[in-house]
């Protein structure tokens, strides 16, 4: 599956902004998807995962109650609104995608197998 990020961009503090990810060659169904972030000079992180109809999402504790994932598997595309963006939520955005059932491994970089180029997300203060 070939997954394209988009709708980074430069923010300021407190302000909303919403990522996409579109994906093309299999069925986009049968994926788990998730995000995950890398700021500068540190690890990729985990952000959040959803399960294959939606119904079941997972976050990270930075972003608990202010970013929210979603998908449209008629549009084949998953989202990440975030809201009340902080600086500390600057980082290179990446998607994912899992063929795998959704569990701990969801939450984990080696569960998934396959990666969206990213999509920098830049908040200033």
């Known amino acids: 599956v070939q997954l394209q990020a988009s709708g980074g961009g430069l923010v300021q503090a407190g302000d909303s902004l919403r990522l996409s990810c579109a994906a093309s060659?299999?069925?986009?169904?049968?994926?788990?998807m998730g995000w995950f972030r890398q700021a500068p000079g540190k690890e990729r992180e985990f952000v959040a995962a959803?399960?294959?109809?939606?119904?079941?999402?997972f976050y990270a504790d930075s972003v608990k109650g202010r970013f929210t994932i979603s998908r449209d598997n008629a549009k084949n595309t998953v989202y990440l609104q975030m809201n009340s963006l902080k600086p500390e939520d600057t980082a290179v955005y990446y998607c994912a995608a899992s063929p795998r059932v959704y569990s701990g491994s969801s939450y984990r970089i080696s569960g998934y197998d396959y990666w969206g180029q990213g999509t920098l997300v830049t908040v200033s203060s």
């Open positions: 060659g299999r069925t986009f169904s049968n994926y788990v």
């Open positions: 959803i399960s294959w109809s939606g119904g079941s999402t």
